[in-house]
């Protein structure tokens, strides 16, 4: 007997069929359906007739195929029972609704295998969440191969995959390619997230930022992790993410289960900025911990100001220096705790160095609340130096493999959070650092792969991955106040599970402006501008050696978490007060910034333009700005998304000016207290500006007039 099961949110439908056996198959993931769709009829409209050559029993795309009777695609789970038995075969399905979510179980009766697929959709945002809990019912042990927390068999449209890629200081580089016959895959096995993000996009050919039918997946999990687009020789194709396992990691005694990571997806018929229409709200309402709805203080780093030559009386120097420019956080960076003069020692002993503090650090923190700013903290709670008491004294706790080499990444082990005495042992240092000092914010790195990913003699990167989500819990739950940004060498861990416990994310570690817009862009597909770390570097740069404006490093900041990596105390009195404004821009448009529709396109000569939008269209801040200079003198002009077209909008160019570009400007005079025109001129035909120029950055107010 056939029956159908549906769940809605937002503007999408999630829509299967289930039999008495066998996995349930999509009927739609796409377009909100209506009310009284006959789901029966789709399914009648989509089913297709024998073909030659092919089981005796069709065995289409489903939400959690086996391997071994008759699919021959990717299976979503695998393994191999005590005896060498592998084969699945789902002989019993059931479904039941708990509140807004779908959980359908599927069942091995010869092999006691059970899966319950869990699938909900945000009433909002319609982001559909996904995962799958395995346990073994049988009587042999069960060796986890693969579990996928998402398959998702794609549309025929879905013709091409955008996936990122990336390096230390070169996130984000999206890969483009076509979906052919065969496999696209990406593989992660560092222990962290990866430079690219655990992010891909299925979309039709040749989607836009505003226009084109996409599907977007996330896999929110912050370790080793696989994605997959599989395309059979008969055109079906299937989108699977999930934890990426190791031989022998997950063995399943009888009754025992396995939880996999939870995966996203949203739909899109509006191109990219639909899935991120879609999930910023989700983000915001659904991932964020609660103290991170407070206001995005302005930070001040001092990494690329000190680097690890600091003492007390500096710090508070630039701590002065800081303050005048506006900023409402001081974070110090690594080199605090004791023995710390470089990247070579002292990780796992968290204590300050009395050396550089002799009274603690209470007379720098008091200072940084004397200038009115509150104070955060650089660990790196996952990692222990060789030359380091905490290494000296516990040799075993970091993860290795028994008699082998232990070769270091940065100096550094990883250590072995999969184990209870590790975790205690890190928590009550950080538990008494915070205790004992008034520290707001940790900004918490994780600079080294995962290497060999073992436990005490056996394969453990989810465990310890896991271990690591237990101590931030235990941390947070000490001092619920606590916000903690997720760094790993940048932006090598960002994902919706970190940020359940991070208020935000560091996506690189270079803060060149050029680099940043296609960095925030791209990890803005999916992360809304207020979790997306965004600082004003030196100048030159110091990983680039690009000597860009202040006015363009600032704007490019703003459309982020803002903060200053430059050192004030060095400043010309020009950028010092450029960098001010805009500190001051950035505090009086920054609930707009962090509330609104957040959008990205660009302009018809390849000028990159974003947005946020208040969400009832009344104003607006849009940031227009090149890197090289354009093919032609005459730019285009900048058609503004997002407003609303029966809207007349005073349109502000706020200052200062791009110098050059300033000279081209139409009518300078008139713009000195802006202009009126209708939302219809400004969406449909655009704005022209002087963007022309290489580097020129304007920033633009929108408000009903």
Avoid at 50 to 58: I, L, M, N, V, Y
Avoid at 475 to 487: G, M, N, R, W, Y
Avoid at 600 to 605: I, S
Wanted: a negative charge; proline letters at 6%.
């Amino acid at each position: 007997m056939q029956r159908y099961e549906r769940i809605d949110g937002g503007k999408t439908t999630f829509a299967v069929l289930l039999g008495e056996t066998g996995a349930p198959q999509l009927l739609h993931f796409g377009p909100r359906l209506s009310d009284g769709a006959d789901l029966a009829e789709i399914a009648s409209a989509l089913r297709s007739g024998p073909r030659e050559s092919t089981p005796d029993q069709a065995v289409p795309p489903s939400l959690y195929p086996t391997g071994g009777f008759g699919w021959m695609g990717e299976p979503a789970i695998s393994g191999v029972h005590e005896g060498g038995d592998g084969a699945l075969d789902w002989s019993h399905c059931s479904a039941r609704r708990e509140g807004e979510r779908l959980v359908i179980g599927l069942s091995d009766t010869r092999t006691g295998i059970h899966v319950a697929l869990t699938y909900a959709i945000d009433p909002v945002s319609g982001v559909l969440s996904a995962q799958a809990r395995i346990t073994n019912r049988g009587e042999r042990i069960f060796r986890l191969q693969q579990a996928a927390s998402l398959c998702l068999p794609l549309p025929s449209w879905a013709t091409q995959v955008l996936g990122f890629t990336g390096d230390w200081a070169r996130e984000g580089q999206p890969l483009r390619a076509e979906l052919d016959i065969g496999a696209w895959s990406q593989t992660n096995r560092t222990g962290r997230t990866g430079f690219g993000g655990a992010t891909f996009v299925a979309i039709e050919a040749n989607a836009r930022d505003d226009a084109g039918r996409a599907i977007a997946v996330h896999l929110a999990w912050s370790g080793n992790h696989r994605l997959l687009i599989e395309t059979l020789p008969d055109g079906q194709r299937v989108a699977m993410a999930g934890a990426h396992l190791a031989p022998g990691e997950i063995e399943l005694a009888p009754a025992d289960t396995f939880e996999t990571p939870l995966a996203h997806a949203a739909f899109s018929d509006a191109g990219f900025n639909g899935i991120s229409d879609a999930f910023h709200p989700f983000v915001r309402t659904r991932i964020l911990p609660g103290n991170a709805k407070a206001v995005r203080r302005v930070h001040f780093n001092s990494w690329e100001a000190a680097y690890f030559d600091f003492d007390q009386a500096s710090l508070i120097d630039l701590a002065r220096a800081a303050a005048g420019l506006g900023v409402e956080r001081f974070v110090l960076d690594d080199g605090w705790f004791a023995g710390r003069r470089d990247d070579t020692s002292s990780l796992g002993d968290w204590r300050v160095d009395p050396d550089r503090f002799a009274g603690g650090l209470s007379p720098l923190i008091n200072e940084v609340h004397a200038l009115g700013m509150d104070f955060g903290l650089w660990v790196e709670p996952e990692m222990v130096s060789t030359d380091s008491n905490l290494y000296r004294t516990h040799p075993d706790w970091c993860v290795h493999a028994p008699g082998a080499s232990r070769p270091t990444m940065r100096n550094q082990l990883w250590l072995d959070m999969a184990r209870e005495e590790v975790r205690d042992h890190i928590h009550g240092q950080l538990d008494a650092l915070l205790s004992t000092n008034a520290i707001a914010y940790l900004k918490w790195d994780c600079n080294r792969f995962l290497y060999p990913a073992a436990s005490e003699g056996a394969p453990a990167a989810t465990r310890i991955v896991r271990g690591t989500y237990a101590l931030m819990d235990r941390l947070k739950a000490s001092h619920p106040t606590l916000e903690i940004e997720s760094c790993a060498s940048g932006g090598a861990r960002m994902d919706l599970e970190i940020l359940k416990r991070a208020s935000r994310v560091w996506p690189s570690d270079t803060t060149d402006a050029i680099e940043r817009l296609r960095i925030q862009r791209w990890a803005g597909l999916v992360l809304p501008p207020e979790v997306i770390g965004a600082h004003v570097g030196p100048c030159p740069n110091p990983i680039t050696g690009r000597d860009l404006p202040m006015a363009l490093r600032a704007r490019v900041a703003m459309f982020g978490h803002m903060g200053v990596e430059s050192d004030p105390r060095i400043l010309g009195a020009e950028d010092r007060q450029i960098l001010a404004a805009h500190i001051e821009l950035y505090k009086r448009h920054r609930k707009l910034l962090h509330t609104g529709r957040h959008l990205r396109w660009r302009t018809d000569d390849g000028a990159e333009a974003w947005i946020s939008v208040s969400p009832s269209a009344d104003e607006a801040l849009l940031l227009a700005c090149r890197s090289e200079v354009a093919r032609h003198a005459e730019s285009a002009p900048v058609r503004i998304s997002g407003l609303d077209r029966a809207t007349r909008y005073r349109v502000t160019l706020c200052p200062p000016w791009p110098k050059i570009a300033s000279r081209r400007l139409h009518d300078p005079d008139g713009w000195r207290d802006g202009r009126t025109f209708s939302g219809e001129a400004l969406s449909g035909i655009g704005l022209r500006l002087p963007l022309a120029d290489p580097l020129a950055a304007w920033l633009v107010h929108l408000e009903r007039a």
